[in-house]
């Protein structure tokens, strides 16, 4: 597996508090990539970066940040955490642009 | 836009025959595009892409594709299923020239019947 770390694997949290999931990778790639993934939606773009410090939104970006401060690590903001916001949360990197993604073991986060 | 069109979203076969996984997509430039094969409760794993060399793509565990321009089509493939074939596949397009994003399929789950 390429070297891509989610922690926590498993949370739950209450409605309305923030939330922090963390990405970690040893590759130095470049891009990095939020994706939830519900049933019948495969997975679904929150954020990315293509850069420390540069970041952008996907097509599920609402109610979430997202910041990367080094190469290595990327960070998931749920700020008030929702009902719909229980999902399966995947962190991804990639060494360029048109090329595959590597993917982490994903989290499993629920929220009450 | 980029899009992909899982064409199913559950295909069952037999051990030992054919399977046969359709994609369809949509890209305004020449994209890339992948297969991902996801067990339960793991995570992504690549199992072929297309970069615009040759049409048929061979992939792991004996998994191939066929990119058809004219048909706007990447069909997944493989001659004879096994048991351990049974999970979710995605097909994949990137999402445009220089961010990277990866557009997903809705994916297909593969029943594999004894």
């Known amino acids: 597996d390429a070297g891509i770390t989610q922690s926590p694997r498993h949370k739950v949290t209450e409605t309305g508090t923030p939330v922090t999931l963390r990405c970690h990778q040893t590759?130095?790639?470049?891009?990095m990539y939020w994706y939830r993934q519900d049933p019948g939606h495969g997975l679904r773009l929150i954020h990315y970066?293509?850069?420390?410090?540069?970041?952008d939104k996907g097509e599920v970006s609402d109610g979430y940040s997202v910041s990367r401060s080094k190469t290595e690590d990327f960070l998931l903001t749920l700020e008030s955490a929702t009902s719909s916001q229980t999902s399966v949360y995947f962190c991804?990197?990639?060494?360029?642009?048109?090329?595959?993604?590597?993917f982490g073991q994903g989290t499993r986060l629920t929220v009450v | 836009a980029q899009s992909v069109t899982q064409l199913d979203s559950h295909v069952s076969v037999s051990e030992g025959t054919p399977v046969l996984l359709r994609c369809n997509y949509s890209?305004?430039?020449?994209?890339?595009l992948f297969w991902y094969v996801q067990h339960p409760n793991k995570g992504l794993q690549l199992l072929l892409k297309?970069?615009?060399?040759?049409?048929l793509v061979k992939g792991i565990n004996g998994f191939e594709a066929e990119f058809k321009k004219s048909e706007t089509s990447f069909h997944l493939t493989k001659p004879s299923a096994h048991m351990s074939d049974a999970a979710e596949y995605f097909c994949?397009?990137?999402?445009?020239?220089?961010?990277?994003?990866?557009?997903f399929g809705q994916g297909t789950t593969l029943q594999v019947k004894p």
């Open positions: 991804a990197i990639s060494d360029r642009s048109n090329t595959e993604a590597f």
């Open positions: 590759e130095n790639h470049r891009y």
């Open positions: 994949v397009v990137s999402g445009s020239s220089n961010t990277g994003k990866l557009i």
């Open positions: 970066s293509y850069g420390v410090k540069d970041t």
């Open positions: 890209s305004s430039y020449s994209p890339s």
């Open positions: 297309y970069t615009s060399a040759a049409t």
